[in-house]
């Protein structure tokens, strides 16, 4: 899976923004902000990648265990599938 193409991640003070460009800007109605994390994992779905693979990069980047990253990967997934910013899942 990856993001879609028509949105770009901005570093906005302290945050990261997801900005829609093109078509998407004028479709898109929501607003979405991400920690660090969020943006490490935004990046990665900027490839075709599994959800072992995002799990892997939270596990490398951040001292946390397993489970705890499973379920953040899974609730950032889920966050970006309910606005539509997935394709290839």
């Not at 997801?18 to 994390?37: D, H, I, K, R, T």
């Amino acid at each position: 899976m990856k993001h879609k193409k028509d949105f770009l991640m901005q570093k906005v003070a302290d945050m990261f923004v997801v900005v829609p460009v093109g078509a998407a800007a004028v479709s898109f109605n929501a607003l979405l902000s991400f920690n660090e994390s969020g943006a490490l994992l935004w990046d990665k779905l900027e490839n075709d990648v599994t959800v072992s693979e995002l799990t892997a990069a939270i596990l490398q980047e951040y001292e946390i265990d397993e489970q705890t990253a499973c379920k953040d990967v899974a609730i950032f997934l889920d966050r970006l599938e309910k606005v539509g910013l997935l394709e290839g899942q």
